[in-house]
């Protein structure tokens, strides 16, 4: 597509519930990244994947987060008995993969997925 | 432990104003800086990607520097307009990794 696309732009969910957020970067970008954002606060590193694998996931806060990438281009982040402490913007990029790590391409940024947890 | 800050932490000038905002991180050992701008609402927008052997970067009426031995970087915003208010936020890209460390973003308004 032309753009990253994140889905649902907004969830509102209750406390204990299992929420799944989707990510579906531009066409051919081999890296994406999860960041978190809560009001205020810049993006908090959540985990990166380069192609299918997740390359670094030491950003995830506990064992409730995780990731998946099966096909390399769709990523779901998958959220297991929320807490009101998860509530943010959950921010999904892609870019063209670096070809090292002294090399970095833009990151081109999704609008966000609104996460509430009553 | 990487910490990006940004300062100052919100602007107010009148339109036509040229202004500068501040990014500082602790660890000089990064492989790239980005700046990006953030809307109401919206996700961010990449401004412009500095290469750790760079020293500037422009596009039209943004430059942005980049000293590492310091640990600093500035956005310059020429002439400024009420369109350019939003959140601008840096990102640096520690060495080692894929991450990028953010900073909290400084609020700009341009006032008409």
């Known amino acids: 597509g032309a753009g990253v696309s994140q889905t649902p732009s907004n969830k509102v969910t209750e406390k204990g519930k299992y929420v799944e957020l989707r990510c579906d970067p531009i066409?051919?970008?081999?890296?994406l990244y999860w960041y978190r954002q809560s009001l205020g606060q810049g993006p908090e590193f959540l985990i990166y994947?380069?192609?299918?694998?997740?390359?670094?996931d030491s950003g995830l806060p506990n064992d409730r987060f995780f990731a998946v990438r099966p096909e390399g281009s769709v990523s779901t982040l998958k959220i297991q008995r929320t807490e009101r402490g998860d509530s943010a913007v959950y921010l999904c990029?892609?870019?063209?993969?670096?070809?090292?790590?002294?090399?970095?391409?833009?990151?081109?940024f999704g609008a966000g997925s609104r996460l509430t947890v009553l | 432990k990487q910490e990006v800050t940004q300062i100052p932490a919100a602007l107010s000038v009148p339109e036509g104003e040229n202004l500068v905002l501040n990014c500082s991180f602790t660890?000089?050992?990064?492989?790239?800086l980005q700046w990006f701008r953030q809307d109401p609402g919206k996700g961010l927008t990449s401004l412009l990607l500095?290469?750790?052997?760079?020293r500037e970067q422009t596009s039209g009426r943004l430059n942005a520097s980049l000293d590492k031995s310091s640990g600093r970087s500035t956005l310059y915003i020429a002439a400024s307009q009420p369109g350019d208010s939003a959140t601008y936020l840096c990102?640096?890209?520690?060495?080692?990794?894929?991450?990028?460390?953010f900073g909290t973003g400084t609020r700009l308004k341009v006032l008409a």
């Open positions: 990029a892609s870019s063209l993969a670096p070809t090292s790590l002294s090399g970095a391409n833009v990151l081109t």
């Open positions: 066409s051919g970008h081999t890296a």
């Open positions: 660890d000089s050992a990064i492989y790239n």
């Open positions: 990102a640096v890209g520690a060495s080692g990794t894929y991450k990028y460390i």
């Open positions: 500095i290469q750790s052997s760079q």
């Open positions: 994947f380069q192609g299918t694998g997740a390359a670094d």
